[in-house]
C-alpha cells in the first residue's frame, strides 16, 4: 500500500495497521485500538491482577504504557516515524483490578521536527485517573511508500 492518494484519515488507519503489527508490547498487554485519526488515537485497556502493585491497585507503569501506546499512534499517525522525546505523567487517582483505561490522545502541536501531543486516561465511570504530555521527535522513514 502506499500514501500517495489516501485521505488524512485512511493515511492514520493505514499507519496505525502497519504500526499494530509490529507493536508486540501494546498487543501482548491485551491494549484494545478503539480509534485513530490525524493526530488522534484512543487505545484502552483491563487492569489484571497481573497490573496491580503493593497497594493493590494499578501500577503506574502500566498507566503510563497505556498512555505511550496512545501518544505513539497520535503521532505516527501522518506517515511520518515518530518516537518519543520526553513524556511526563501526573497520576490523579487509582486504578483497580478490573478496570477498564481508556487513554486519549490529542496532538496540540507539531512543527517541523517536533510535537506534543496530550494524553488523557480515564476509567470506565469516565474519571479522570491521569494526564499525560508526550514531545515527539520524528525521524527518517516513514510507516507507507510515498
Same mark, same amino acid.
Given at each position: 500500500?502506499?500514501?500517495?492518494?489516501?485521505?488524512?484519515?485512511?493515511?492514520?488507519?493505514?499507519?496505525?495497521?502497519?504500526?499494530?503489527?509490529?507493536?508486540?508490547?501494546?498487543?501482548?498487554?491485551?491494549?484494545?485500538?478503539?480509534?485513530?485519526?490525524?493526530?488522534?488515537?484512543?487505545?484502552?485497556?483491563?487492569?489484571?491482577?497481573?497490573?496491580?502493585?503493593?497497594?493493590?491497585?494499578?501500577?503506574?507503569?502500566?498507566?503510563?504504557?497505556?498512555?505511550?501506546?496512545?501518544?505513539?499512534?497520535?503521532?505516527?499517525?501522518?506517515?511520518?516515524?515518530? %518516537?518519543?522525546?520526553?513524556?511526563?505523567?501526573?497520576? &490523579?487517582?487509582?486504578? +483497580? !483490578? @478490573?478496570?477498564?483505561? *481508556?487513554?486519549?490522545?490529542?496532538?496540540?502541536?507539531?512543527?517541523?521536527?517536533?510535537?506534543?501531543?496530550? %494524553?488523557?486516561?480515564?476509567?470506565?465511570?469516565?474519571? &479522570?485517573?491521569?494526564? +499525560? !504530555? @508526550?514531545?515527539?521527535? *520524528?525521524?527518517?522513514?516513514?510507516?507507507?511508500?510515498?
Amino acid at each position: 500500500m502506499s500514501a500517495a492518494g489516501l485521505s488524512p484519515q485512511a493515511l492514520a488507519e493505514a499507519c496505525a495497521r502497519v504500526m499494530w503489527d509490529d507493536d508486540n508490547a501494546t498487543r501482548h498487554l491485551g491494549m484494545e485500538l478503539v480509534s485513530i485519526a490525524p493526530g488522534e488515537a484512543v487505545i484502552a485497556m483491563d487492569i489484571t491482577e497481573a497490573m496491580t502493585n503493593g497497594h493493590g491497585t494499578c501500577h503506574g507503569g502500566y498507566m503510563f504504557t497505556l498512555a505511550d501506546s496512545a501518544f505513539a499512534f497520535a503521532c505516527n499517525s501522518h506517515n511520518q516515524r515518530s %518516537v518519543a522525546q520526553h513524556c511526563s505523567v501526573s497520576f &490523579i487517582a487509582p486504578a +483497580f !483490578r @478490573g478496570d477498564r483505561l *481508556t487513554a486519549s490522545a490529542q496532538e496540540v502541536s507539531r512543527r517541523g521536527r517536533s510535537g506534543i501531543y496530550d %494524553v488523557r486516561i480515564t476509567n470506565q465511570e469516565g474519571e &479522570i485517573v491521569a494526564e +499525560f !504530555r @508526550g514531545h515527539s521527535r *520524528t525521524i527518517k522513514g516513514a510507516h507507507l511508500p510515498e
